[in-house]
């Protein structure tokens, strides 16, 4: 590994680690942030989290005994440095490479990390699980969460809080604040009060105080009030911090400054001895000994490729047109339509510039809606928007529309509310791995009554179905696509209505029927020049909708043709593949129908074209199943 990490080649579990005396935990965690500046650059992941928690990460396993001890990493994005003082420091060049360890906590794949995580505010209520089961089992270990001040804003977090609080079990909960400064004035006053909080002595002297408040029969409840009160006052006025954690049954304690390595290990010892439901408010920096990551914290999240000694970002050029992203073809079409439609406003929770919203928020802000990480409040409050007459364009990464369900069907489809879902990140979606494939929404969505579910094959035809669902009375409507670049560079093209329901051929054929949906189309159509040139006549079909099916269509294709294939990048059961086997069903039809899509388990993490491989979609996967079905020059169709 070199002489630059002579501490950090000697840890590999917490055992290691607490060998080391706490001054030599600075340079430990010195050596932690340049080995994740290292690897990262040249392979590209999330950054600038973990580079914020590297002396909290260092501090935490030094003090608990884990992985008896418990720590959980709200949504994983930070979690680097636990990986890599937790045995996985050799193999960390392939972190999110197929075949390597995953980007997230994953409990598969070490004891270590205690609950598996990739979406935001599940933190609190799982640790808050895990420690009323090791009550129940009379064990005792403690068990920590780790949450960031924008997951806290998911409402399944003080969801969490909420019962913690109640339950008084033993829980430290960690606020990992990266969007305050701390103040040199009052820092030292903080760290004091934060010594006082902390000490076993004042922790005893107030549980004796309150034990015996709570001996005086008549007066007990009203004295124990009046104490708690005014310990709270005080707190607040000199901390001048709100006592929402305090009210809702947390100690509060802090803030204190994240990234004193020594201080922290203090700080924890104390709260070991301290039971019962806590909160230590940390203040960090994300991206913290990295310049660039400090001050542009948006884009250095997860970078992609740069060099570490200049901070510049290494972008791979070409003379030649490239497509366009998806998201962007949605942020500069929704701009487009928002000017000519008055009604049109856009809400996305938390990700602006990662569905490209931030195009319409800078030249409309007033109309467009960055609720934070709340998938549900952005389903129900676009609801109520569409109940006033607007037409909200909702925005949500299709795997966390996932946590949108119920609103999807009770505020919206019930209602049969104009609300526009667009589902961003529709299928595979790489090196993030299961945690973000869009693999469901197909499935879900057409289940719900009212909805319309739809997903383009190129950028023309995304641009028309966001055209076509801002129209008035088309109730809601999804929109899915994918990860990535489209297939066409003029895709800035005149807006055409589609028909609601309604698919197209685009490839004429005799032997075999080829039904798609959305993006991954376009490598059928690859399939399907391959098998026409070994003399496999290939029916190529674009379905265009999930929900409403062509009937039509679907009529023409199981008259003519005994075997078809479809494809999609989705889960394979309840998906659209299922639908057209069900209809085939329903209208009388014994045609052999082959699917092809995600299939019934977790698919890990890589690369797009790798997981299309894996899961045999891929334009050899689609070639291979039809040319088993058909023999070149023999006709495979209904006589």
Request: aromatic share 8%; with cysteine; hydrophobic share 40%.
């Given at each position: 590994?070199?002489?630059?990490?002579?501490?950090?080649?000697?840890?590999?579990?917490?055992?290691?680690?607490?060998?080391?005396?706490?001054?030599?935990?600075?340079?430990?965690?010195?050596?932690l942030r340049q080995f994740i500046i290292d690897i990262v650059s040249t392979n590209p992941g999330h950054f600038g989290a973990s580079l914020g928690v590297v002396e909290l990460t260092v501090a935490l396993h030094y003090v608990f005994n884990t992985p008896s001890d418990r720590?959980?990493?709200?949504?994983?994005?930070?979690?680097?440095?636990?990986?890599?003082?937790?045995?996985?420091?050799?193999?960390?060049?392939?972190?999110?490479?197929?075949?390597?360890?995953?980007?997230?906590?994953?409990?598969?794949?070490?004891?270590?990390?205690?609950?598996?995580?990739?979406?935001?505010?599940?933190s609190i209520s799982a640790a808050l699980g895990m420690a009323i089961g090791n009550e129940l089992k009379d064990e005792k270990r403690h068990v920590v969460a780790v949450i960031g001040d924008g997951s806290m804003t998911g409402g399944l977090a003080f969801e969490g809080l909420n019962n913690g609080g109640t339950q008084k079990a033993d829980l430290l909960v960690i606020l990992n604040d990266n969007n305050m400064?701390?103040?040199?004035?009052?820092?030292?006053?903080?760290?004091?009060?934060?010594?006082?909080?902390?000490?076993?002595?004042?922790?005893?002297?107030?549980?004796?105080?309150?034990n015996l408040m709570g001996r005086l029969d008549k007066l007990g409840p009203r004295t124990r009030t009046i104490i708690q009160k005014l310990e709270n006052a005080v707190k607040s006025a000199i901390l001048k911090q709100s006592n929402l954690f305090e009210s809702l049954g947390f100690r509060y304690f802090g803030p204190v400054d994240g990234h004193d390595v020594v201080y922290l290990t203090k700080v924890l010892n104390d709260l070991k001895n301290i039971p019962g439901p806590k909160l230590l408010h940390c203040l960090t920096v994300k991206g913290k000994g990295f310049t660039p990551a400090e001050e542009n914290q948006t884009i250095w999240h997860a970078p992609g490729l740069f060099d570490k000694t200049t901070g510049?970002?290494?972008?791979?050029?070409?003379?030649?047109?490239?497509?366009?992203r998806y998201q962007d073809v949605f942020g500069h079409?929704?701009?487009?339509?928002?000017e000519q439609n008055e009604k049109i406003v856009g809400i996305t929770p938390?990700?602006?510039?990662?569905?490209?919203?931030?195009?319409?928020?800078?030249?409309?802000?007033?109309?467009?809606?960055?609720?934070?990480?709340?998938?549900?409040?952005?389903?129900?409050?676009?609801?109520?928007?569409?109940?006033?007459?607007?037409?909200?364009?909702?925005?949500?990464?299709?795997?966390?529309?996932?946590?949108?369900?119920?609103?999807?069907?009770?505020?919206?489809?019930?209602?049969?509310?104009?609300?526009?879902?667009?589902l961003d990140r529709g299928g595979l979606v790489g090196d993030d791995g299961a945690t973000h494939h869009g693999a469901y929404d197909i499935a879900?969505?057409?289940?719900?009554?009212?909805?319309?579910?739809?997903?383009?094959?190129?950028?023309?035809?995304?641009?028309?179905?966001?055209?076509?669902?801002?129209?008035?009375?088309?109730?809601?409507?999804?929109?899915?696509?994918?990860?990535?670049?489209g297939v066409m560079t003029d895709w800035q093209k005149p807006f055409k209505t589609i028909e609601i329901g309604k698919g197209r051929q685009i490839r004429q054929g005799s032997d075999v029927a080829l039904v798609t949906i959305g993006h991954i189309g376009?490598?059928?159509?690859?399939?399907?020049?391959?098998?026409?040139?070994?003399?496999?006549?290939?029916?190529?079909?674009?379905?265009?909708?999930?929900?409403?099916?062509?009937?039509?269509?679907?009529?023409?294709i199981g008259k003519s043709y005994n075997t078809i294939v479809t494809v999609e990048d989705g889960c394979l059961p309840g998906g659209f593949g299922s639908a057209v086997l069900e209809w085939l069903n329903d209208n009388g039809y014994n045609t052999k129908v082959i699917r092809l899509g995600i299939p019934d388990r977790f698919v890990d993490h890589g690369s797009q074209q790798q997981l299309y491989k894996e899961c045999g979609f891929d334009t050899d996967g689609i070639y291979q199943t039809i040319k088993k079905q058909c023999k070149p020059n023999v006709l495979n169709k209904a006589i």
């Open positions: 590994m070199g002489e630059s990490y002579k501490l950090l080649e000697q840890i590999n579990n917490s055992l290691d680690l607490k060998q080391l005396e706490p001054d030599q935990l600075v340079e430990l965690s010195t050596e720590i959980i990493w709200d949504v994983g994005h930070q979690a680097y440095g636990h990986k890599i003082l937790t045995g996985r420091r050799d193999v960390f060049h392939t972190n999110r490479k197929y075949g390597g360890i995953s980007g997230f906590p994953k409990r598969t794949e070490s004891e270590y990390d205690s609950f598996g995580t990739g979406h935001s505010s599940t400064a701390i103040d040199p004035n009052v820092g030292a006053l903080k760290e004091y009060l934060l010594d006082i909080t902390t000490s076993q002595t004042y922790n005893k002297f107030k549980t004796d105080v309150w510049e970002r290494i972008v791979i050029k070409t003379d030649k047109p490239t497509p366009p079409t929704l701009v487009e339509l928002a938390a990700m602006p510039s990662g569905c490209s919203l931030n195009i319409m928020m800078e030249k409309m802000p007033n109309r467009t809606f960055d609720v934070g990480i709340a998938e549900q409040h952005a389903v129900t409050f676009s609801a109520g928007l569409a109940a006033e007459g607007m037409v909200p364009f909702c925005n949500i990464y299709s795997s966390f529309m996932q946590r949108a369900f119920d609103q999807v069907i009770h505020d919206v489809a019930l209602q049969n509310l104009q609300v526009v879902l667009c879900y969505l057409r289940s719900i009554p009212n909805m319309v579910v739809s997903a383009p094959m190129n950028e023309e035809e995304l641009r028309n179905l966001m055209f076509t669902a801002q129209q008035e009375g088309t109730g809601p409507f999804a929109i899915r696509y994918p990860r990535g670049n376009n490598m059928a159509a690859a399939a399907a020049d391959k098998l026409e040139s070994e003399g496999i006549s290939v029916a190529h079909f674009d379905m265009r909708f999930a929900k409403p099916l062509d009937h039509e269509l679907l009529h023409k």
